[in-house]
């Protein structure tokens, strides 16, 4: 499952397209994402977190964390959290990691690592979680089976990402936003139109919400599901490793 543009590459090829890709947009992504949400998505974020229902005291991963919102954001709603970003883009984990310093808070860890080939030991987290990334891997197969390898038995594993919505005229309108603004805005306030035409092209290529939840199950998932926002134009899939 890869976008358009990266199509007809090598898996290692596309992998690093991807790479440097949010390489260049890393300066400006964080206001970029706030702009083109009007700050929906941190509404969402905490939808996703409560979700993912974490025990106290838990050992999270987030993959593919970017800047980092979403590790910010479960320490915010639990400090007891431990939780360990995961991501293969060095700027992007740059701007995390000075997050992290000024925030000066104990149990936040980032990693530079592959999510469809981490460096954690079989059942080492007590939850995972992604944000807006799912879209953006390689091998989203590999990816959700690797994410399980490192789950607990009985930890659930919650995405947030864009998705289909199926209304027809609703995802007409969503598409106008989509294909059109975001590139557009994207290009002044995040600095490059080509990544903000990249990414909602992204999804043209991805499963709608019902069939990533059957590649959750296929993938290993037990209860596999999801929940849709904004029409469906949002969802956040989740299932458990038993
Ligand atoms: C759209 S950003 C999302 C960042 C963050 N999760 C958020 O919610 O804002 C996608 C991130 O996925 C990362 N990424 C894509 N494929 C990856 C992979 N195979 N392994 C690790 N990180 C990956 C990119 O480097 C980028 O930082």
Not at 38 to 57: F, K, N, Q, S, V
Not at 153 to 173: E, M, T, W
Request: hydrophobic share 40%; proline share 5%; net charge positive.
């Amino acid at each position: 499952m890869t976008s358009a543009p990266a199509r007809g590459r090598t898996d290692e090829s596309k992998g690093a397209f991807v790479r440097e890709m949010f390489a260049s947009i890393a300066p400006r992504y964080d206001l970029a994402n706030r702009v083109l949400t009007g700050g929906l998505d941190e509404r969402w974020r905490r939808r996703a977190i409560r979700l993912l229902a974490a025990p106290h005291g838990g050992r999270i991963l987030d993959c593919c964390c970017g800047t980092g919102d979403l590790v910010f954001g479960l320490t915010r709603s639990d400090p007891t959290l431990d939780v360990t970003g995961v991501d293969f883009c060095r700027p992007m984990l740059d701007r995390a990691q000075s997050r992290a310093a000024r925030a000066r808070r104990d149990g936040i860890h980032f990693t530079e690592g592959d999510v469809m080939a981490m460096s954690f030991a079989s059942d080492t987290f007590d939850g995972a979680t992604m944000g807006f990334s799912l879209r953006n891997v390689v091998d989203l197969d590999a990816a959700l089976r690797e994410i399980r390898r490192v789950l607990r038995p009985g930890a659930r594993f919650v995405s947030l990402d864009v998705s289909k919505a199926p209304n027809r005229l609703y995802k007409r309108c969503f598409d106008l936003y989509f294909y059109g603004l975001v590139p557009l805005v994207g290009g002044i306030v995040g600095g490059s139109r080509a990544a903000y035409s990249y990414l909602p092209n992204s999804l043209t290529h991805h499963p709608n919400a019902p069939e990533l939840r059957e590649r959750f199950t296929r993938a290993g998932f037990a209860r596999a599901d999801y929940l849709a926002l904004m029409g469906g134009a949002i969802a956040i899939h989740y299932g458990t490793k038993e």
